[in-house]
């Protein structure tokens, strides 16, 4: 009995050692996945403060011969523009999201009810617009023509960003999956309304996907400049974080090219710190992402996961 007991304690031993080497190994993979994701970052922000002469000799680099914050005071000295910017990206990321998030859902949550009359035919005319869109040319002509949202704070917030049928398929998915259908029959026999049952059972479940999809359009809303380099022809004062940015690029591009003469000779031969300043707009457009990001990090594994699973 004595030998059996040494044995099964022997045993246990080797077992919790193969179990410390194999979480050691499990730890190690995931750190070094994790540096892999951040080394960007930090590349990005070390480059933004070295040296305009010292990045174009020697590189971008980690660890900067020579510390220089003059992309960051080129890009704030232009100041209650750069607010402003950062005040129209944030309002049009808000408002955009909350929209979006409202319509998607209201067109989600009937879709997942298969008792719904014409449902294939509405489902089949989601998932068309996926495949086949109109292009570029139609849409701006109705955008412009037809709805007049030119030169508007609408252009930032209603073309190809607030509906996406992509998104609605996953919302749909996830609300055929986790809302019983047993609790809104017990919710309308206690006389509960459709929308009483959507507002009151629906969304409060369905915190996951919300958040998932919100940050999703979150996203594009926030890195959007393709709307305001369209729509947004003589109106500066309407330009979000990104074209603004893009536009401060074109102008350094456009000075340190020397076709303007005048402005050159204003400079005294000074050279725009357009490599740093590069890396700079960069970290002035992810920061805010970067902040936000790990409070929505919880939802991504169960409302993707669920939502992306046919219904």
């Keep these: 009995m004595t030998g059996l007991k040494r044995e099964s304690d022997s045993s246990r031993e080797v077992m919790s050692t193969g179990r410390k080497v194999q979480q050691f190994f499990i730890n190690l993979v995931l750190f070094l996945l ?33 510390i220089s914050f003059a992309a960051y005071e080129y890009l704030f000295a232009s100041g209650i523009k750069m607010v402003r910017a950062y005040g129209i990206s944030i309002l049009v990321t808000v408002v955009g999201t909350v929209i979006s998030l409202g319509i998607t859902s209201t067109m989600a949550y009937p879709l997942s009810r298969k008792d719904l009359p014409g449902r294939n035919a509405f489902l089949f005319f989601v998932f068309f617009t996926m495949l086949f869109n109109g292009g570029l040319t139609p849409s701006y002509m109705m955008w412009t023509r037809i709805f007049h949202i030119k030169n508007t704070i609408f252009a930032l917030i209603i073309p190809g960003l607030l509906m996406s049928a992509f998104n609605l398929i996953l919302m749909k998915n996830y609300f055929a999956a986790n809302i019983p259908g047993e609790l809104l029959e017990a919710a309308r026999v206690d006389g509960a309304g459709e929308f009483h049952i959507f507002c009151r059972i629906v969304i409060p479940i369905s915190t996951p996907i919300m958040a998932t999809i919100g940050l999703f359009v979150a996203l594009g809303y926030w890195n959007d400049w393709q709307n305001g380099l369209y729509y947004l022809s003589n109106r500066m004062d309407l330009y979000s974080l990104q074209n603004y940015l893009n536009k401060m690029m074109q102008d350094i591009q456009y000075l340190n090219s020397g076709r303007n003469e005048a402005m050159m000779a204003n400079l005294q031969g000074m050279t725009m710190p357009s490599t740093a300043i590069r890396m700079a707009l960069s970290v002035m457009g992810v920061i805010p992402v970067m902040v936000l990001y790990p409070f929505f990090q919880k939802y991504f594994t169960k409302g993707i996961t669920i939502g992306s699973v046919k219904g």
Excluded: H, M, Q, W
Excluded at 37 to 62: C, K, M, Q, V, W
């Design 34 to 66: 994790a540096a892999a994701a951040l080394a960007p970052f930090i590349l990005l922000i070390s480059s933004s403060i070295t040296d305009e002469g010292t990045l174009i000799r020697n590189g971008y680099s980690f660890f900067p011969e020579k």
